[in-house]
């Protein structure tokens, strides 16, 4: 059974930083690559950030460009985004998905709050 897990989400003041961790299994997380999206309210979701199969791939966003980086972790089946200098436009739900040819699985979303 195919699971992606995210968490790390949470309240965070301006300027501030999160971790967004996703764990996967049911799968070879290794072969897939790796994405982050995100959906404000009443919004379009929207690709944050990506990471290939192999982790030296990685492309953004030019909106979180500079601020955002995705990681992987091939032995322990998790990507991660890491995110820095927070903005209030930065909140939403944020998504993990996994990509390789015709499977693409969804995570359930976490909520990301910036907000003094």
């Known amino acids: 059974q195919v699971q992606l897990v995210e968490s790390g989400g949470g309240l965070v003041q301006p300027g501030g930083s999160l971790r967004l961790s996703c764990a996967a299994s049911?799968?070879?997380?290794?072969?897939?690559?790796m994405r982050w999206y995100r959906q404000a309210p009443g919004k379009e979701r929207e690709l944050v950030a990506v990471?290939?199969?192999?982790?030296?791939?990685?492309n953004y966003a030019d909106s979180v460009k500079g601020r955002f980086t995705i990681s992987r972790d091939n032995a322990k089946n998790t990507v991660y985004l890491q995110m820095n200098s927070l903005k209030p436009e930065d909140t939403a739900v944020y998504y993990c998905?996994?990509?390789?040819?015709?499977?693409?699985?969804w995570g359930q979303g976490t909520q990301v709050t910036v907000s003094s």
């Open positions: 049911g799968f070879t997380f290794s072969s897939y690559a």
């Open positions: 998905n996994a990509i390789r040819s015709q499977n693409n699985y």
């Open positions: 990471t290939g199969s192999l982790a030296s791939i990685t």
